[in-house]
C-alpha cells in the first residue's frame, strides 16, 4: 500500500497527500498515505499511521456496472469457477487474545514474511456497517511498506506476521482482519476534518488482505 494501514502506538490522524502512502505509522506526525479514489471520495489507507490532521485521498471510480454487462453479453468476461469461488467464500472469524480477528480465505502456498522485510499487499478496507473507505485494488497497485516495524497499524502486522495466536500468512494468501479500536486507529479516529471523519474515533476495521510477498 510505498503504502500505508497503521502504525503501532498512538493514533494521531494527519492528512493524505499521495495516492498510495504506507499504511499508518506509528509517528504521529507522518502522514498516512492512502489508497486513490476518484469521484472526489475521501479514503484512508491502512498501512500508515494518521496525525492530527490527516488529508483526505481521491481514488479513480471504479468500473461501470453497463460496461460489466456489456462485456457479458459480448463473451469477453468470464465467470469465475466454482472452485475459485469456493476459495472466497466466507469463513468464520476466530479471535486472538489481543483482539485481533482473523480468517484464511485462501492459504497462501509461499513463504512466510519476516520482520523488517519489504513486502507487498492488496487490501480492501470497511467500516464495521460495510462501507468501504480504502482499497489498493481501485488504483491497480499493491501497498509496499516493512512489516512489523510500525510502519503499518498493529492489526496489519500481526495480522500478516502472526503471534498472539494468530498464524502468519504466506505469500499468496487471502485473509480477513477484523481489528478493534486499539489495533487500528484508536480514539482519535483517521481523515477527520471539519467535524467529520472518514474513519470515527473508536471505530472496528475489517480489512481484506491479499499478501503478495516480498517486493
Known amino acids: 500500500m510505498s503504502s500505508l494501514p497503521f502504525a503501532v502506538g498512538t493514533y494521531s490522524p494527519r492528512n493524505l497527500s499521495k495516492p498510495h502512502s504506507k499504511l499508518l505509522a506509528k509517528n504521529v506526525d507522518k502522514a498516512v498515505t492512502s489508497i486513490k479514489w476518484s469521484s472526489n471520495k475521501q479514503n484512508i489507507s491502512p498501512i500508515e499511521q494518521l496525525n492530527e490532521n490527516p488529508r483526505v485521498f481521491q481514488r479513480r471510480e471504479a468500473v461501470g456496472f453497463g460496461l460489466c454487462f456489456g462485456l457479458l453479453e459480448a463473451g469477453l468476461l468470464q465467470l469465475p469457477q466454482p472452485s475459485a469461488v469456493a476459495e472466497e467464500a466466507p469463513c ?9 480477528g482473523f480468517c484464511d480465505k485462501v492459504v497462501g502456498k509461499g513463504p512466510e514474511a519476516v520482520k523488517g522485510q519489504l513486502i507487498k499487499a492488496h487490501y480492501v478496507g470497511r467500516l464495521e456497517n460495510g462501507k468501504v473507505f480504502d482499497s489498493s485494488y481501485n488504483r491497480r497497485k499493491p501497498l509496499t511498506f516493512r512489516v512489523g516495524v510500525g510502519e503499518v497499524i498493529k492489526g496489519w502486522d500481526q495480522g500478516i506476521l502472526g503471534g498472539d495466536g494468530v498464524p502468519p500468512m504466506l505469500a499468496g494468501g ?5 481489528l478493534p479500536p486499539e489495533l487500528g486507529y484508536g480514539t482519535r479516529g483517521a481523515g477527520c476534518k471539519g467535524g467529520s471523519c472518514i474513519i470515527p474515533p473508536d471505530s472496528v476495521l475489517l480489512f481484506d488482505v491479499e499478501f503478495i510477498g516480498k517486493a
Not at 92 to 100: A, I, V
Open 92 to 100: 468464520e472469524l476466530t479471535l486472538s487474545p489481543s483482539g485481533l
Open 174 to 178: 487471502k485473509r480477513t482482519l477484523r
